[in-house]
């Protein structure tokens, strides 16, 4: 399944936001923005959470062939994340709110 096809099946729930690389032919599904440069902030929050989770739960090699398989991987790294932030601003209680830094927990 195309992630275009995936966003689109989203349409009234949510917005996909993406970069001008997300572009097609055929346009972009109604609930896609386009973010230009400097725009629509909250993307990057989005991005730099995922690239955390990324490089600290080894995301890029992910061998699961079954969807129930890769549905509790990435449930346990989205669990895993929210228990490491919460503990982030714990420890660092006067860290700005949208600072998020796990890697310190990184073993």
Known sequence: MSFI?????????SIVLADD?????TGVPENGKLCA????ND????ETSFSLVTVICGLKRIYH???PFLQARLASV???????VTLFHLVHPHADPLQMSIA????
């Open 43 to 46: 993307r990057m929050t989005v």
């Open 104 to 107: 310190e927990f990184s073993l």
């Open 5 to 13: 096809r995936l966003s689109s099946s989203w349409r009234g729930r």
């Open 65 to 67: 062939r079954l969807e």
């Open 37 to 40: 440069k400097g725009t629509w």
């Open 78 to 84: 989205v669990a895993l994340f929210n228990v490491l």
């Open 21 to 25: 690389g997300f572009r097609r032919k």
